[in-house]
């Protein structure tokens, strides 16, 4: 990693060192969406051999290889050492990873993010 890349933490707003720390973390979060049409085709193919393990199995040869999911948003950022330790749930991360760039630099999909009270 270059000087040039490191970047305060997204949680606490600090330096990745600023606790002595000498470790830090780099996380990366998807948001993913299920294709909801390739699940149901998919279970259709299933029942239709049979269901259970047979009709999956099936399915599995004789169906086509479509994505049930898709990535809607993915942020990376960095954490420092002592908010990966004490760090919030998931969501309140997600949540301040997004919304530490500008909305019209961002290119990812708004969706709704649970408010978080700690």
Known sequence: MKRRELEKCCICG???????????????????VLHLKNIQRRHGLELFFGGGQPGAALAEVMGDDGDIAACATKETALVCQDCGITGGCLASIFESMANRKPAEESKQIEAPIAEVNE
Do not use: Q, S
Request: proline letters at 0%.
């Open 14 to 32: 600090k330096g990745m060192a600023h606790d002595n720390a000498i470790t830090f973390y780099r996380v990366t979060i998807e948001h993913m």
